[in-house]
């Protein structure tokens, strides 16, 4: 019996885009799949336009604009072998499912597995990907995920369920949670490949954090949060994590100063730092 794959979809007033990214779920080549579209509060009629199919879940929550927090309602629902992810304005490749699977079947001790993907515009079309080439890696690297010599979007990878619902997605992180999940997933475990395209990402003006001007603020402290969690005893992580932080806090506070909220943004900035101290000394307890 083939293993079954739980699919998180979370969406937010895209209705025309879900039904292109529900599309290519539906034409895959592996079928046994179960979908759970986590839907944050949509006003667009979303809801009647989710085809029926008795693999198909619709779970509508009040719109809290927290996409960590729709992906954990998905990852509390799934219970496949699996857990694969996709965005509402993306798609699949018709056999991102089946390769991705059979690349994990193959490997036991791997915890995930991930392919290539195709950058694409609002029409489809191919676009050109900014970075280093696509050179298919195996084994521990969350140094070149840190450092994003490898960028790994979410929609390309397939983990086993267990993993991922005990790594879960970090609400603290609302815009780059899939960030932060690929950094901890790298840490915590091996990875295999598949070399091939398995999705396409869409490239728009509303996608994601592009609109957050606040992300590299969430940003820098997650990667704090990194050295305190993650690399306590590893010195040359623990350095690009401090650097990547100070990038990131440098960013958030010129942009501020730039709209004329500097002494707001600054106050903002060590809020949470101070927090996120608070909270280490709680853990120490």
């Known amino acids: 019996m083939r293993p079954t794959v739980s699919v998180i979809v979370p969406t937010y007033n895209r209705r025309a885009l879900l039904a292109e990214a529900v599309a290519s779920i539906h034409q895959q080549t592996y079928p046994a799949w179960e979908l759970f579209i986590i839907d944050d509060g949509s006003t667009d009629g979303t809801a009647a336009s989710v085809p029926v199919d008795a693999r198909i879940r619709f779970v509508p929550r009040p719109h809290t604009g ?10 509390a629902a799934a219970t496949g072998t699996y857990v694969a992810f996709l965005d509402s304005d993306d798609t699949w490749t018709r056999n991102h499912l089946e390769q ?3 690349c994990l ?4 001790d791997a915890g995930w597995c991930y392919g290539d993907y195709q950058l694409v515009n609002a029409e489809g079309q191919e676009l050109a990907k900014h970075g280093e080439r696509w050179q298919p890696r195996t084994g521990r690297f969350v140094r070149e995920v840190l450092t994003t010599e490898i960028g790994i979007p979410l929609q390309t990878i397939l983990v086993r369920r267990s993993l991922a619902q005990r790594l879960k997605f970090d609400p603290r992180v609302p815009w780059g ?9 790298a840490c915590s475990t091996e990875a295999s490949v598949v070399d091939a395209v398995v999705a396409q990402v869409r490239e728009h003006p509303s996608r ?3 609109a957050r001007h606040d992300f590299t603020l969430y940003a820098g402290l997650a990667y704090l949060r990194y050295c305190r ?7 040359p992580l623990q350095r690009i994590c401090v650097g990547r932080a100070w990038t990131c806090f440098r960013t958030y506070l010129a942009h501020e100063r730039a709209a004329g909220r500097t002494v707001s943004a600054f106050r903002t900035l060590m809020r949470l730092m101070a927090n996120a101290v608070g909270d280490e000394q709680e853990e120490g307890r």
């Open 66 to 75: 927290n996409v960590a927090a729709l992906r954990n309602a998905g990852l």
């Open 100 to 102: 991705l699977v059979a």
């Open 105 to 108: 079947d193959a490997h036991p």
């Open 177 to 185: 949670d899939d960030y932060d999940f690929l950094v901890r997933l």
């Open 208 to 210: 994601g954090n592009k």
């Open 229 to 235: 969690d993650l690399f306590g005893g590893n010195r």
